[in-house]
């Protein structure tokens, strides 16, 4: 299995700058390359979370190199509070958002549209897979889904043909096929694209996440303490962008707390880095920090 290339990790790091007796909120542990580069950054405690039960084994490696410095949990992100404790006061919060490596790269997860595998997409902790989604929506609702989601112009013409073929689709070199027979590719990018990012994102319910752990982290920053999250499509950034400008703009008399900015347009990854990763080329970064 490929390893994963953790994505704007200096830049990331930079932002952060984790100090001495700090404490950080990884959200998104993944492979751990975001928590182990604070770790070793700074005399600092990590508390992270992800919803796969693979990363497990990578959590393990960490808890043994930082037994006193570092916790894992098994758990969505959008439960920060109950995670650290509503009294956990944090120096900063860490969102790789998406999928990694390990899980687009294993075909039983059911994510990529160029592997043969169960139609799933699942990152962990779900209530149904994206073959219950096309099962039991009817066919006006998954066109919103594949519209709402992924962005999708044609969703109409790809939900009546998901329904028409059903039968056919066992996996998920089969859904691409019925797809690609009604979508003309136009470009570079495959026609099935758009469709399976409005399934990922619609099983894994990500951008309810999103907000939820957003509104949240607010709650638990203390003064200096950041927000940072690198974000892989439209829809995600859209909600972080909105986001930060909202905290921005709350006159400080409604709130306790102001912020400032610490990103005016996003940060993107360089040439070089797209060049040895080009999972990356899509990745946006922004962060806020809180001033008092
Ligand atoms: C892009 S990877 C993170 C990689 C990590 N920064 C690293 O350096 O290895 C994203 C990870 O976030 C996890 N994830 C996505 N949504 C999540 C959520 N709502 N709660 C917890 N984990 C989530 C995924 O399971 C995946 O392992």
């Given at each position: 299995m490929s390893p994963h290339i953790p994505v704007l990790l200096k830049e990331v790091l930079a932002m952060l700058s984790p100090e001495d007796g700090g404490v950080y909120f990884d959200g998104t542990f993944g492979g751990g390359g975001y928590t182990r580069a604070i770790l070793e950054a700074a005399n600092c405690r990590v508390i992270a979370?992800?919803?796969?039960?693979?990363?497990?084994?990578?959590?393990?490696?960490?808890?043994?190199?930082?037994?006193?410095?570092?916790?894992?949990?098994?758990?969505?992100?959008?439960?920060?509070?109950?995670?650290?404790?509503?009294?956990?006061?944090?120096?900063?919060?860490?969102?790789d958002l998406g999928v990694s490596t390990f899980q687009l790269t294993d075909p039983e997860r059911g994510f990529s549209f160029n592997l043969s595998g169960p139609v799933d997409m699942g990152m962990g902790l779900c209530d149904q897979t994206?073959?219950?989604v096309i099962r039991k929506y009817k066919k006006q609702d998954l066109a919103n889904i594949i519209y709402e989601f992924g962005e999708e112009h044609f969703s109409r013409r790809i939900a009546e043909n998901i329904k028409k073929n059903i039968g056919k689709i066992h996996t998920t070199e089969d859904l691409a096929r019925v797809?690609?027979?009604?979508?003309?590719?136009?470009?570079?990018?495959?026609?099935?694209?758009?469709?399976?990012?409005?399934?990922?994102?619609?099983?894994?319910?990500?951008?309810?996440?999103?907000?939820?752990?957003?509104?949240?982290?607010?709650?638990?920053?203390?003064?200096g303490g950041k927000i940072i999250a690198v974000?892989?499509?439209?829809?995600?950034?859209?909600?972080?962008?909105?986001?930060?400008?909202?905290?921005?703009?709350?006159?400080?008399?409604?709130?306790?707390?102001?912020?400032?900015?610490?990103?005016?347009?996003?940060?993107i990854p360089s040439a070089e880095e797209i060049a040895v990763n080009p999972k990356s080329r899509s990745a946006k970064l922004r962060g806020i920090s809180v001033v008092c």
């Amino acid at each position: 299995m490929s390893p994963h290339i953790p994505v704007l990790l200096k830049e990331v790091l930079a932002m952060l700058s984790p100090e001495d007796g700090g404490v950080y909120f990884d959200g998104t542990f993944g492979g751990g390359g975001y928590t182990r580069a604070i770790l070793e950054a700074a005399n600092c405690r990590v508390i992270a979370s992800d919803r796969d039960s693979f990363v497990e084994k990578f959590a393990d490696e960490v808890k043994s190199l930082y037994p006193s410095r570092f916790d894992f949990f098994h758990e969505k992100f959008g439960n920060i509070k109950s995670i650290c404790g509503s009294e956990q006061k944090l120096d900063g919060v860490i969102l790789d958002l998406g999928v990694s490596t390990f899980q687009l790269t294993d075909p039983e997860r059911g994510f990529s549209f160029n592997l043969s595998g169960p139609v799933d997409m699942g990152m962990g902790l779900c209530d149904q897979t994206a073959m219950d989604v096309i099962r039991k929506y009817k066919k006006q609702d998954l066109a919103n889904i594949i519209y709402e989601f992924g962005e999708e112009h044609f969703s109409r013409r790809i939900a009546e043909n998901i329904k028409k073929n059903i039968g056919k689709i066992h996996t998920t070199e089969d859904l691409a096929r019925v797809i690609r027979s009604c979508v003309k590719k136009t470009g570079k990018t495959d026609p099935a694209t758009k469709t399976f990012q409005s399934l990922r994102i619609f099983v894994n319910k990500e951008l309810d996440e999103l907000k939820k752990v957003l509104r949240d982290s607010v709650d638990l920053l203390n003064p200096g303490g950041k927000i940072i999250a690198v974000s892989f499509h439209s829809l995600e950034d859209r909600i972080v962008k909105l986001f930060f400008r909202e905290l921005i703009k709350t006159r400080p008399e409604f709130r306790e707390k102001s912020f400032t900015l610490l990103t005016k347009k996003p940060i993107i990854p360089s040439a070089e880095e797209i060049a040895v990763n080009p999972k990356s080329r899509s990745a946006k970064l922004r962060g806020i920090s809180v001033v008092c």
